[in-house]
């Protein structure tokens, strides 16, 4: 059973020594981390906090609370300093996999916007400075979106776009979403209609070939034009009938 009370430990393994370290503080509740480094004097934790197990109501009426938050965890002591970064609803953080490890600089996480919507879903996505806690939101509207997972630029610039499952809650129809990770707030730069429900859950990683078989397998759409043409990113149109593929350039992960 959960109890508070004990607080919460962390240890801290030397990959050069096999040394342990103990840390510990107040108790909190984590599903899913997004990074960790050094940094002087010690490491930082970037992680969705939660204050207790679950996400609904609990046995008291009251929801679990969550936040997006920093630990620090220095090497002169077994504190575990926690800076709460962004205070809402949240969950499944993700950053850039090239800079697991080291220092990140945007995580990008599903959120919720106060709407009355499902436990466990989420109608936003946000990118978060976890240096200042400056926040950028995609409001999806009726939209339930899944983990927003990073996909590189071709170019091999530092850029890139967060890919979601989205499932319009109205409808139960599910797209394929792109947002571009410097302005997530602009909008899908591209969207691809499915033409049935999918689970909200990481996509696949993806290639040129995932997106023609995503292609193939769209033989209706889930209405209307869902792209905005984005200056050298995904440009892709939604017809009653049929995606058009992006041009080569577009997006090509490697």
């Not at 996999?97 to 466990?120: F, K, M, N």
């Not at 995932?210 to 209307?224: D, K, L, P, Y």
Request: charged residues 20%; glycine residues 8%; proline residues 8%.
């Amino acid at each position: 059973s959960w109890k508070p009370e004990l607080g919460c430990r962390i240890a801290v393994i030397s990959r050069k020594t096999g040394a342990v370290t103990w840390h510990q503080g107040d108790a909190f509740w984590t599903w899913h981390f997004a990074n960790a480094h050094d940094v002087d004097g010690g490491l930082v934790v970037d992680a969705v906090v939660w204050d207790r197990p679950g996400f609904g109501e609990h046995d008291d009426h009251t929801p679990s609370k969550g936040t997006f938050s920093r630990l620090t965890l220095p090497r002169t002591s077994d504190a575990i300093n926690h800076q709460i970064l962004v205070d809402r609803p949240m969950e499944f953080p993700r950053i850039d996999d090239r800079l697991i490890g080291q220092v990140h600089h945007q995580v990008a996480v599903g959120a919720r916007t106060g709407r009355e919507v499902p436990p466990g879903e989420f109608d936003a996505v946000l990118t978060i400075n976890p240096e200042s806690g400056s926040v950028t939101a995609f409001d999806a509207g009726t939209l339930s979106v899944g983990e927003p997972c990073f996909v590189p630029s071709s170019d091999g610039s530092t850029g890139g776009y967060y890919v979601t499952y989205a499932t319009d809650r109205t409808t139960m129809r599910s797209s394929f979403v792109v947002l571009a990770a410097d302005d997530v707030a602009a909008g899908p730069v591209a969207t691809i209609c499915r033409h049935n429900s999918e689970p909200i859950e990481p996509p696949a990683p993806v290639t040129i070939t995932t997106w023609s078989r995503m292609q193939r397998s769209n033989n209706a759409c889930c209405g209307g034009t869902a792209s905005r043409p984005r200056t050298s990113a995904i440009s892709t149109s939604c017809t009653s009938s049929t995606v058009t593929r992006p041009p080569a350039q577009s997006l090509n992960p490697g």
